[in-house]
């Protein structure tokens, strides 16, 4: 079904290889166009929870492939503008995703590549992994992948990284929040199956309304407003068949429904 991706499910994890291990996964109109169907088709498909985004061979994302960026270079104005919208729009649908998702990251995750990573909610990473939003020295700038990167490492640390294009190892991107585990290469499979069974036991409506939390309270001012949010919230969640279940559940000392 798709020319640059390979979709493998096992039960309700669902995970997106880009599959270009020849040019290091760069994306390409080609990859970008259909990352952003992938995404939409497991979101819509009921057997799927979680949503693993990796990459075939060495590495995870080498960035813009190369001759896409010379074919972008002699666009005109309006194919310019359409070609960066193309790419917002999947990275956008990537990061608005109501499952979780997850960045399974070896090797290189280079300029798109750490835009990817930061787009997913989670992201663990080899220990060989390294990023970059190396845009600068080419010239141009990470505008696109800047708000998903800037979400995960903030405004300080990415005035170093966005100016300098300096290679960022594995355990910085941990210390600066760009991924959130670091484990040996070979480990890599079983950290993810480790994070995807824990995210499994979670209720699939309270996770998406867990986003949906992330989303309304982070950067606002903790007052009064704040606290009736919330409060409307908790309230709002309680009152669902999935809370009852769940809570019922606890109670009885039995699985959940959505474990049943």
């Known amino acids: 079904m798709y020319e640059t991706l ?8 669902a995970t997106i290889w880009m599959n270009r291990p020849a040019v290091f996964n ?5 990859l970008i166009a259909e990352l952003a169907a992938a995404c939409r ?46 790419f917002a729009a999947m990275l956008h649908t990537l990061a ?35 990023f970059s939003t190396s845009e600068v020295k080419f010239g141009i700038i990470p505008a696109v992948i800047s708000p998903y990167v800037l979400r995960a ?12 294009g300096e290679k ?7 210390a600066i929040g760009l991924v959130g585990e670091v484990v040996a ?29 992330i989303a309304a309270v982070a950067g606002r001012p903790i007052d009064a407003a704040l606290g009736e949010e919330t409060a409307g919230r908790i309230a709002r969640q309680r009152a669902t068949a999935e809370a009852r279940d769940g809570i019922a559940a606890f109670l009885d000392k039995r ?5 049943a």
């Open 6 to 13: 390979e979709i493998e499910r096992k039960g309700p994890v």
């Open 26 to 30: 760069a994306f390409d109109e080609t």
């Open 41 to 86: 088709e497991l979101e819509a498909d009921a057997g799927v929870r979680i949503i693993v985004l990796g990459g075939r061979g060495r590495h995870f994302s080498a960035g813009a492939d190369l001759n896409w960026m010379k074919r972008a270079a002699q666009f005109g104005a309006e194919q310019n503008l359409a070609d960066a919208r193309n």
């Open 96 to 130: 608005s995703l109501r499952k979780p998702t997850v960045a399974r990251v070896q090797g290189a995750a280079l300029g798109g590549g750490t835009g990817l990573t930061a787009a997913c909610d989670m992201a663990i990473a080899a220990s060989d992994a390294s």
């Open 153 to 164: 490492i903030g405004p300080r640390h990415a005035l170093r990284y966005f100016q300098s």
């Open 168 to 174: 960022i190892g594995a355990e910085r991107a941990l």
């Open 185 to 213: 290469p070979e480990a890599l499979d079983a950290a993810i199956d480790q994070l995807t069974s824990a995210l499994l036991q979670g209720g699939p409506l309270a996770q998406n309304a867990a986003k949906d939390l």
């Open 255 to 259: 699985p959940p429904a959505w474990l």
